[in-house]
T-cell receptor, first 113, second 111 residues
Framework: AQSVTQLDSQVPVFEEAPVELRCNYS??????LFWYVQYPNQGLQLLLK??????LVKGINGFEAEFNKSQTSFHLRKPSVHISDTAEYFC???????????FGKGTKLTVNP | GAGVSQSPSNKVTEKGKDVELRCDPI?????LYWYRQSLGQGLEFLIY????????KSGLPSDRFSAERTGGSVSTLTIQRTQQEDSAVYLC?????????FGPGTRLTVL
């Protein structure tokens, strides 16, 4: 069964610093990959997704992620974070044809002034 | 356009009572999902509806949990004889093709 590992449960950074949130998944069989963001007391909002094509995908709010098939990773990056990026970030994987998402445990990003 | 909506946003109930949680998906989305988000457990898949097909109930934790989707649109998740461990945020998502869009969730507290 597919599994998703987000290696860091909490990531504190200072404002304007770069950040990388790591995500690894277990199966290299055809997958769709997603990052969602959850602000306090809200639902999940789609940040970006990889379905096919270019392995570097850009999303909202200046985030991007790179699909690395050989390393089964889909790390999320932002070159300069803002206080407003403080939230919990979830990586999710859909194994081709399953139509169901498997989520990682989430990474809480805290941006400090 | 309108997103996925869920009601109520918060529900407090007593142990042993039944609760119903409602989800209104985005119009035209054929697939609808329910998830449970609780501390320490992350996001757990509960049930999946796709068109007129039989729902995938493989994630329902016990027979106290059930869900239906009427007319291919609105869905109701019912929890019977609630237990304290049912306290969580219940999220609904709908999907047109390959991306799920989530509602704001219902926070359920069982006292």
């Amino acid at each position: 069964a597919q599994s998703v590992t987000q290696l860091d449960s909490q990531v504190p950074v200072f404002e304007e610093a770069p950040v990388e949130l790591r995500c690894n998944y277990s199966s290299s069989v055809s997958v769709y990959l997603f990052w969602y963001v959850q602000y306090p007391n809200q639902g999940l909002q789609l940040l970006l997704k990889y379905l096919s094509g270019s392995t570097l995908v850009k999303g909202i709010n200046g985030f991007e992620a790179e699909f690395n098939k050989s390393q089964t990773s889909f790390h999320l990056r932002k070159p300069s974070v803002h206080i407003s990026d403080t939230a919990e970030y979830f990586c999710a994987v859909e194994q081709g044809g399953s139509e169901k998402l498997v989520f990682g445990k989430g990474t809480k990003l805290t941006v400090n002034p | 356009g309108a997103g996925v909506s869920q009601s109520p946003s918060n529900k407090v109930t007593e142990k042993g009572k039944d609760v119903e949680l409602r989800c209104d998906p985005i119009s035209g989305h054929t697939a609808l999902y329910w998830y449970r988000q609780s501390l320490g457990q992350g996001l757990e898949f509960l049930i999946y509806f796709q068109g007129n097909s039989a729902p995938d109930k493989s994630g329902l934790p016990s027979d106290r949990f059930s869900a239906e989707r009427t007319g291919g649109s609105v869905s109701t998740l019912t929890i019977q004889r609630t237990q304290q461990e049912d306290s969580a945020v219940y999220l609904c998502a709908s999907r047109p093709t390959n991306t799920q869009y989530f509602g704001p969730g219902t926070r359920l507290t069982v006292l």
